[in-house]
């Protein structure tokens, strides 16, 4: 056996990984298996973040048609890990980075979104809600009051805020009338 | 040229060895055939273990079904199935089998064809003025067995010769020597699963090329027989739109669209288990990479908008390129229909549309 391997099943045994994430670990290539050991010893990553994350890897490296290892050596990755961030704030940050690589294109919509329910200037008080991975059609707006008359006041300003042409493309983005 | 499927060995039940299915592929197998008693004597362990060996038996059970897509809240096209055999040579990496005949891998045709037929025929005669579409595609590829079983020497000639029913053989192959000998009567479309050229060869191992299988659509169709097309599983990779629109202009190509029955569109749709037999194959290929998020039926499917523009964008080109072919979405509920079709057809009336050749 290899030092990696046994630095990887070593891991694997401190931090209590089922087998069956442990065998998937080890049916990498061996440049990938060290790789990862790299980030999770970085990372301090328990199984099911250690999971998430070579998931999110297969994926991306599925889509682009390489090496688990080409994505790990990826410029955002590479820049998210070599910041001085805590380690939950590290991990928080790479999951970021991998989602982003994984769907280019919803994340893009969402960011988009964001933009323009920012631009509705809604009172405050008053929030869009959008679905989950923009899996739905509908679009909702939360107001929050204390009494009728501030109701009746965040309804005007909700409504003077929705004129102009920002929450049409919203609605275009979600039903995929317009790409960003 | 897609090669034949030889499986390594055929095992074939013993009491059945003198039906018309189990003579024609011990005709046709050139290496041993074994006969065994009672069950097979074969334990693959998975579905793609299961694929190197036929198995010939009897079926005990019931064959014809309700297609399983049929799912509550989503539009469904009334489309029956006879499963006259299960699982299928080739290894397509989004393939519903992986999950759905884990307990039950054995590539297995049946014999008693002629059962089947009788249950087909039941059906028919109890509802005379309604019309059938009955496929043989879903648990394996309808053509993929053929030159080995012949099974459609006695499938195409049944439904040639009845008149509230229409047989629909879907295949990725190009084996259609077979039905080339045979008259269709108007009554057998046969229809190719299609893809983008480069979907085919990450994801779909041991299919035909896109150009054979078209080259086999044009070839049936001066056969006398209608054509059908399938994009589904559209799979969301970069490059699709081009993808997707180079394989439309060559299915425009190929064949005449007066003689296309239907063409349908379904997305790419893992369900968890599924998801997990697609993680666990050594080249996944592009489909684990599509941008696929969960549904509200537990379902991964590329996230909805991006979903809705393929479908807009690919129909848009489909029309283009073919004119008012019938056209139809499999396994997406109304909201989706309306808002890619513009119009929500009910389920009897979207069967008796396919049914006549028309779609919209």
Same mark, same amino acid.
């Given at each position: 056996? @290899? ?32 790789? +990862?050991?790299?980030? !999770?010893?970085? +990372? ?52 970021? =980075? ?9 994340? @893009? ?28 059609? #509908? ?11 501030? +109701? ?11 004129? &102009? ?16 | ?26 005709? #046709? ?29 009897? #079926?005990? &059970? ?18 029956? =199935?006879?499963?006259? !055999? ?35 025929? @039941? ?7 309604? %019309?059938?579409?009955?496929? %043989? &595609?879903?648990?394996?590829? %309808? ?50 699963? =299609? ?10 191992? $041991? ?19 209608? *054509? $059908? ?15 997707? $629109? ?11 669209? !007066? ?13 968890? @288990?599924?998801?997990?037999? *697609? ?13 696929? =998020? ?49 119009? *929500?057809? %009910? ?14």
């Amino acid at each position: 056996m @290899a030092d990696s391997d046994r630095a990887v099943r070593a891991y694997a045994a401190e931090k209590r990984f089922a087998a069956a994430t442990l065998e998937r670990w080890l049916a990498q290539p061996a440049e990938t298996r060290a790789d +990862l050991l790299d980030i !999770a010893e970085r +990372l301090h990553l328990g199984e099911n973040q250690f999971r998430d994350v070579l998931d999110d890897l297969l994926a991306i490296a599925a889509r682009r048609g390489s090496a688990i290892a080409d994505v790990l050596r990826a410029e955002e990755l590479r820049a998210v890990l070599a910041r001085p961030l805590g380690r939950n704030e590290a991990v928080k940050a790479v999951k970021a =980075v991998l989602r982003r690589l994984r769907y280019p294109q919803l994340t @893009a919509a969402e960011r988009r979104l964001a933009a323009l329910a920012k631009s509705l200037r809604l009172p405050t008080g008053s929030a869009v809600e959008l679905p989950d991975n923009l899996e739905g059609e #509908h679009i909702a707006i939360t107001i929050r009051a204390r009494s009728a008359a501030e +109701l009746r006041a965040q309804a005007r300003g909700v409504a003077a805020s929705l004129e &102009g042409s920002a929450i049409e493309e919203m609605f275009a983005l979600l039903d995929g009338a317009r790409s960003c | 040229m897609l090669t034949r499927f030889v499986p390594d060995a055929v095992w074939i039940e013993r009491s059945e060895r003198d039906s018309p299915l189990a003579r024609a592929v011990h005709t #046709h197998y050139d290496g041993a055939v074994e006969l065994f008693d009672g069950r097979a004597p074969l334990a693959p362990a998975s579905v793609r273990d299961g694929k190197r060996v036929l198995v010939v038996q009897r #079926h005990r &059970g019931a064959f014809l079904r309700h297609c399983p897509a049929g799912t509550a809240g989503l539009v469904c096209c009334n489309y029956l =199935v006879v499963n006259l !055999a299960s699982n299928c040579p080739m290894d397509c990496s989004y393939c519903f089998l992986q999950d759905y005949l884990a307990d039950s891998p054995a590539l297995t045709a049946y014999t008693n064809v002629e059962d089947a037929l009788e249950e087909v025929d @039941a059906v028919l005669r109890a509802h005379p003025d309604r %019309s059938f579409r009955i496929g %043989s &595609g879903e648990l394996s590829d %309808s053509l993929a067995l053929d030159p080995l079983t012949q099974l459609s020497r006695q499938l195409v000639p049944f439904f040639a010769a009845r008149r509230n029913a229409l047989l629909e053989l879907k295949t990725k192959t190009d084996c259609v020597d077979t039905l080339l000998e045979l008259d269709p009567g108007g009554r057998v479309v046969v229809s190719w699963s =299609v893809n983008a050229a480069a979907v085919v060869a990450r994801d779909e191992a $041991g299919t035909a090329t896109l150009a054979e299988r078209l080259a086999a659509a044009r070839r049936v169709q001066y056969g006398g027989y209608r *054509v $059908g097309f399938h994009f589904d599983p559209l799979v969301e990779f970069e490059g699709w739109e081009e993808g997707y $629109g180079a394989a439309i202009e060559a299915l425009a190509d190929a064949v005449d669209p !007066a003689a296309i029955a239907w063409i349908s569109l379904g997305s790419l749709r893992l369900s968890p @288990a599924l998801a997990q037999a *697609v993680g666990a194959r050594a080249a996944p290929g592009y489909v684990l990479g599509a941008e696929l =998020v969960p549904g509200a039926d537990g379902k991964a499917r590329v996230w909805r908008g991006l979903r809705l523009r393929m479908y807009r964008v690919i129909a848009a080109r489909l029309r283009a390129a073919l004119g008012a072919v019938p056209l139809y979405l499999c396994m997406e509920p109304p909201a989706v229909w309306e808002r890619v079709m513009g119009d *929500v057809p %009910s389920d009897r009336a979207l069967a008796m549309r396919l049914a006549a050749g028309a779609g919209w």
